[in-house]
């Protein structure tokens, strides 16, 4: 059964940093396009940032460029998200996804095939 796996959430002080993880089981994702999605509380689903297949390429939401790194180690099947200057507004649920269809990066939420289940992250002095 192909799964998505985050890891890596808690609580942090705003300025401080967390590293996400998304492990990858059941199948390869290795080629095709990730991306990370968050919710926060009684707020709709948004896009974080997004990787090609090659690793690449990349794209973020302007309220994360110079603060967010995405990235993915291929040979782990793993993708990561680098989180620098927290900001309490940073504090969500979130998501890893995989587009299986495409190698190109994608922003679109509905075009990704596959989810994980969602890491708290909580950005509070």
């Known amino acids: 059964q192909e799964q998505l796996v985050e890891s890596g959430g808690g609580l942090v002080q705003p300025g401080g940093s967390l590293r996400l993880s998304c492990a990858a089981s059941g199948r390869t994702f290795s080629g095709y396009a990730m991306g990370w999605f968050r919710q926060a509380p009684g707020k709709e689903r948004e896009f974080v940032a997004c990787?090609?297949?090659?690793?690449?390429?990349?794209y973020y939401t302007q309220s994360v460029k110079g603060r967010f790194t995405i990235s993915r180690d291929n040979a782990q099947n793993t993708l990561y998200l680098q989180m620098n200057s927290l900001k309490p507004e940073d504090t969500a649920v979130y998501y890893c996804?995989?587009?299986?269809?495409?190698?190109?990066?994608?922003?679109?939420?509905?075009?990704?095939?596959?989810w994980g289940q969602g890491t708290q992250v909580t950005v509070s002095s």
């Open positions: 990787i090609s297949g090659s690793g690449v390429g990349t």
């Open positions: 996804a995989a587009d299986a269809t495409s190698s190109v990066i994608q922003i679109t939420e509905y075009l990704y095939d596959y």
